[in-house]
């Protein structure tokens, strides 16, 4: 068997991959939750790049390629995608328990914080501390956002890499073409993963079918 027939056996042993699942209490699952909403400032970028600190680093419930995968997954999902892979990531650790148990203890505490700062933002927001505040927090929020764009997109390109050198080239030209199909030609998002899709598809089937013909 080939190298390339058995990636997709290989990808799916890997995002089954839950380290300790057996080990983790809905408490201690939803404790993990709560501490992550409470620090859900800055904007979903920051919050999904905790996410995968403390799924990835921390506790170790799947591997970085995995992680990526999934929120891909989230992303051609409808409605919010952080929520989506919240619910994603609850239920791959325990199950449909651990799927309302990790949503409810990321919302409590920052849905709660969400509404007391909007109740207090009225009559704060023109004090010049509250200013100084804001324009500290949208420099560190892109930080973050390239922060995670370079750990979520290092380990798809090193898969792609360990396929073979055809499969790298073509992340590369999604990743590159995804990027400027939305920041030079603003295509709505659901077209660009559609046409990823598309492309990625094509490629896997040419490169399997390249594969077989070389066979003797």
Known sequence: MSEIDQTPSSITAERSIVAGVDKIS?????????????QSFGGGTATLFMIRRAAVDEHRWLSAEAF???????QAAPGINLLCITILLGRRVRGIAGALVALFGLLLPSVTITVLMTALYADLRNLPITQAALHGVVPA????????SVNMVR???????????????????????SALAVLVWQLPVVYVLLGAAAVGGVARWAEVSRQKAAQP
């Open 155 to 177: 380990p798809l390109l090193e898969v792609s890499r360990r396929e073979s050198n055809f499969s790298l080239g073509v992340s590369v030209v999604i990743v590159i073409g």
């Open 68 to 74: 990526t995968r999934d929120w891909a997954i989230s």
């Open 26 to 38: 809905l408490l201690r699952l939803f404790y993990t939750w709560f501490l992550l909403g409470t």
């Open 141 to 148: 929020t892109v930080g973050l956002g390239l922060m995670l």
